[in-house]
């Protein structure tokens, strides 16, 4: 594939097209190519490339993958305004492009809107190449700016270069016990302060890391995540040193053809091993209690941009492979002008990641000097030149680099939350990254099956 794809960069006809775009257009002004590439069920890792920026998006359920590369354009922004900047950005982006194809813009975000320390808070990148596969039919969207076309061609070819792909080893985790203790204080004071009526609710992550003697090719691990986390969104972001990834189960928003969807997703069960304190059933009051302050934030968020609510589905039990979760599916029509980040302004964070009340949980977290790595509990997502788009929660995630990966994973604390259950809570939640990262070569085993059940 990558050799059929330098011949289309390299074709004399590529390099007309491209001319006959920029011709008269303004230097900045983005220009789009597009190929049809045929049907077929590539997952595009063979393309990672070995030196610039990627993203990668994949839901093998829907048949739905993107590998985008480069950078024809980008920005980056933090604070309180962060969706607001992004709107703007990328209608900017949008509205400028010439070309056989409307671009697709990709980002991230941090939990956090003032705090990030591996990563720009909040990036937006319109991608030099894209390859999509979606519903087994290929395509490959070539972009550049008028300014840049003469050496574009060049710039694409680099691209198509992918990265050395070092044999997967397992990692090893090193011993933990003063970080654990540390944590189970944080979960005793945080259920002080929901005693005392401070807050309804606020969720703690932990990181564990891992280490290996050398370094860790992402491929492999994207690969295994899609075997094994069928059900959910594998994504990735970085470059072939440095890689942010994971397999998430939980949507933020989905704006398809003026209709907004989002997930209240909370509550876990999980199959205890002997050393663990077993979990709440899904049924326990504990756990209703804390979906509801995700449903409920959730539909409270939706109302005030969608012109009616509906809940698509009755609050679920979804069942992964590690863990199980309470979820219910909230959507609607939006208001006219909403665009995918007024939602996501609107909708983050969650109470599923954040707590209740959401500026409550929040200036708790902050106080208590709450560390979450990249942009674990952030966000990803893609938006088209439509306005369509999507961003999942960045759940059950690491980050890789120098032959190192740190994972996090979090619970939420709420009234009846039992310490030594709520730390076991984010070892099951561990296990989805620990077993790829421990056994990468096992990416071919059959999964256990996922399934949704209505409660």
Known sequence: MIDHLRRIVAAPATAARLARLAAGAPATTPLCLDFDLGPGDDDWLACLPAKAEYWYWAQPEKADRRLAMGTAQHFSTAGAARFATLANASRGLLADARGETAPQL???????????AERPNTRLVLPALLLLNRGGRRRLVLTTT??????????????????AGPAAEPLQRPPEALGERAWLARVQSALRDIAAGQLDKVVLARSARLNGATAIAAG?????????????????????????????????????????????LAGTAWLAPADLPPPSPLSHDKNRREQAFVENAVAAA???????????????????????HLRTRLGGPVRPGVSLFDLAAALHPTPAVGGS??????EWLRRHDEQRGAWYSGGLGWVDGTG???????LRCALIAAGQATLWAGAGIVAGSRPEQELAETEAKFQAMLEVFRHPEQAACPPRPERTGTR
Do not use: K, M
């Open 220 to 264: 492999p691990i994207l690969a295994a995540l899609q075997v094994r986390q069928p059900g959910c969104t594998v994504y990735a972001h970085g470059t072939a040193s440095e890689v942010f990834l994971g397999a998430t189960p939980e949507r933020l928003v989905r704006l398809v053809a003026g209709r907004a969807d989002a997930d209240a």
């Open 388 to 394: 369509d788009g999507e961003i999942v929660v960045a």
């Open 357 to 362: 009340p959401p500026a409550a949980a929040l």
């Open 146 to 163: 008028a300014a840049q076309a003469a050496t574009a061609p060049a710039h694409w070819l680099d691209l198509l270069a992918p990265a």
């Open 302 to 324: 939706l109302a005030g941009l969608c012109t009616a609510v509906d809940r698509t589905s009755g609050q679920e039990i979804l069942h992964l492979r590690q863990v199980s």
């Open 106 to 116: 990709f980002f991230g975000f941090a939990f956090d809107p003032e705090q990030c």
